[in-house]
């Protein structure tokens, strides 16, 4: 069972701003690779909005502002463009430069960012395989 809560965001232009920003995460560093297109799979599925086709308008600062005024909502789809941006093995420039674009937009502090990003190479390293030498 994946809880990404992204069911609990109302409303579907919510939703659909949602998948704005994670597509443009996932486009940061100007690809989208299998890792990113199976958490955006993931995502149009929790949301509800399968097969949706992603505008290619950057959200404008005030736009992200208006679209998630509720801090409950800003946690949730923050941390799941967290999620999608570790889903690949390695950390990309461009899309943590993003990323911290958009957690100064969602006034997450930077501990709450840091603490989940923590939290989500913690969970990570525990899916990834382990191979022993005997």
Not at 2 to 14: F, V, Y
Not at 45 to 61: A, M, N
Not at 79 to 108: F, G, H, M, T, V
Request: proline share 4%.
């Amino acid at each position: 069972m994946r809880l990404m809560l992204l069911n609990q965001l109302q409303g579907a232009e919510k939703k659909k701003s949602f998948m704005n920003l994670a597509y443009q995460v996932a486009t940061a560093d100007g690809s989208l690779g299998l890792p990113e297109i199976t958490m955006l799979n993931l995502f149009e599925e929790e949301t509800g909005l399968k097969d949706w086709q992603y505008p290619k308008e950057s959200l404008d600062e005030s736009q992200v502002v208006a679209a998630f005024p509720d801090e409950l909502s800003r946690k949730i789809i923050f941390s799941n463009l967290l999620a999608l941006s570790a889903s690949e093995e390695y950390e990309n420039p461009s899309q943590s430069k993003l990323l911290d674009q958009l957690r100064d937009r969602l006034a997450i502090s930077h501990e709450e960012a840091k603490e989940c990003r923590d939290w989500l190479k913690m969970v990570k390293g525990s899916y990834l395989p382990h191979y022993y030498i005997d």
